[in-house]
Antibody
């Protein structure tokens, strides 16, 4: 069974940093690209970042480029999102999602990040 | 990259068909056939219901179908059921590994 479990969320002060993790199981992690997507309370989905299967190509949404860094460790079936210079508007539920056929076919349950000013 | 445009809400009665539209530009929806649709129940993670404009993942009801014309993609749900009530989001590949979501449409089954 495909499982994605996010962790690392929490309460952080404005300007602070957090590192999110996503543990993958039930599939060959190294064969799949991955995405991070977030959802602010009561709002819609926002795509944040994409990483290819090998970790050699990474892309970011304009509003996080330069502040967020996505990475992966295939040997440990793990995906990461390093978030720096956090702002109020970064408060959201952060999902990792598996990429298959140019879509996100499996999603974790998300980890909540709250930025306090 | 601007969000794709979706109506905020749509409604229909059981048994009816409804269509949710997703309008982008010639740089995203109009440029690529990498359009997907997600269903999200309250408090739950999104679920993929359509990928590559028209493809339905295994296990998704055949009542869900997708199309695209120009810069607009559409999701149609036929034979509406109470369990279809949810938020629906479109997503399109834009360029160079960039993706963009629509603002979401709340479907109410009357």
């Amino acid at each position: 069974e495909v499982q994605l479990v996010e962790s690392g969320g929490g309460l952080v002060q404005w300007g602070g940093s957090l590192r999110l993790s996503c543990a993958a199981s039930g599939f060959t992690f190294s064969n799949h690209a991955m995405n991070w997507v977030r959802q602010a309370p009561g709002k819609g989905l926002e795509w944040l970042a994409y990483i290819n299967a090998a970790g050699t190509a990474i892309s970011y949404a304009d509003f996080v480029r330069g502040r967020f860094t996505m990475s992966r460790e295939n040997a440990k079936n793990s995906l990461f999102l390093q978030m720096n210079s956090l702002r109020d508007e970064d408060t959201a539920l952060y999902y990792c999602a598996r990429d298959q056929d140019w879509a996100s076919d499996f999603w974790g349950q998300g980890t909540m990040v709250t930025v306090s000013s | 990259q601007s969000a794709l445009t979706q109506a905020a809400s749509v409604s229909g009665s059981p048994g009816q068909s409804i269509t949710i539209s997703c309008t982008g530009t010639s740089s995203d929806v109009g440029a690529y056939d990498h359009v997907s649709w997600y269903q999200q129940d309250p408090g739950k993670a999104p679920k993929l219901v359509i990928y590559e404009v028209t493809q339905r993942p295994s296990g998704v009801s055949h009542r869900f179908s997708g199309t695209k014309s120009g810069n607009t993609a559409s999701l149609t749900i036929s034979g509406l059921q109470a369990e279809d009530e949810a938020d629906y989001y479109c997503c399109s590949y834009a360029r160079s590994g960039i993706w963009v979501f629509g603002g979401g449409t709340k479907l109410t089954v009357l």
